[in-house]
């Protein structure tokens, strides 16, 4: 059986949806509760999955009746159509961010080149020009190779028709090869926030909160998550950390392997701190000096923790209102779960009124 967070990822279904939906069907289990098969099967039948994953159900459900069943030409068409949809839709998407940013480093290219033609001759003394041959004078300004826009506008494609055209000939290898030859990157910087990401929700929404311009790929050659769960989830954190405004987080707890992933992960996103106690045993006075400073701590309770080992965390976050407290779910393991269990924390204590927060 699977939990709601299983859901939302194989579905794209907002997590709080997942959880309305659950709760309007006589799911009142609390976060990290598993869900049983038959209201696991009704809420993939309400809301499909995401482009890419099997059809079938997460885990094994039993067999509708034939009576019940559609008929099976009936699925395959209707999951080839909706396959054709979601890569025409990715195509699409694709080909509008490729012609935006080529127009846009078309336009900075002729910019700097008229820049720089204009510095030079601002530069040279009328005094001690040397005349030049007729046939070796720079050609005026007017002679200047038009802009892909001035070209364009000659064509009576302008504005929207402009960017049109522009996606049009991007889409065509042979055109687009030509043009991305042609172009100068004048400005690196401008690339920057290019980012090849996988089509799982989890990456989508990092990209969207870092607001990297997206270009689809397979998950493996996913700059986020590079195929790996625990990597998704963790950047999926540290982006809902920074987000709300808190980078600093201490984790108690946990399974060597999973503390050492941790770490490793940590190194590579350097926006966000997270420190790990190696402490065993701590009276109250380590505990608030580790505690200080901190905007979430974490409970990793996928091993076991005894009561005098969390107990002076426990109480000296409670001092400070502004601390928010997170635990996995009983037998989390893994990054992903204690990630998991930080994001739903941080919904909480962002849905509280005011007065309470």
Known sequence: MITEFDLHERTGVPLDRVRQWLRQHGFGGKAGQRISVELEQKFIEAHGQVAGRATRPI????????????????LVALDEATRQLRELQARHSSMETRALALQAELERHVAARHAAEAALAARTPPEVARP??????????????????????????GGKQALDALRALVATDSTGERLLSGLIVSDPAGLDLLRPVCSVVTCREVAALRGFVVVPVSGAACSLCKGSDNRRWFRLMAARLEHAGRKRVLVVGGADDS???LDRLA???????????TETRVDGA??????K??????????????HAESQPFKD????????IIAAT????????ALARAVIEALETQAARPRDQA
């Open 132 to 157: 030049v041959r007729e046939e070796a004078r720079p050609r005026p300004a007017e002679e200047a190779p038009p802009s892909l826009r001035e070209a364009l506008e000659k064509r009576g494609l």
């Open 259 to 261: 503390r050492a992933e």
């Open 329 to 336: 779910a009983p037998g989390g393991r893994g990054v992903a």
């Open 286 to 291: 380590r505990a608030r000096a580790l505690v």
């Open 267 to 277: 190194r590579e996103e350097t926006r966000v701190k997270i420190d790990q106690p």
């Open 293 to 306: 400073g901190a905007d979430v701590i974490a409970f990793w309770v996928s091993t076991e923790i005894s």
């Open 316 to 323: 000296a976050a409670r001092q400070d209102p502004g601390i």
């Open 59 to 74: 885990s094994a459900v039993r067999p509708r009746e034939a009576s019940e069943a559609p008929p099976e030409r009936v």
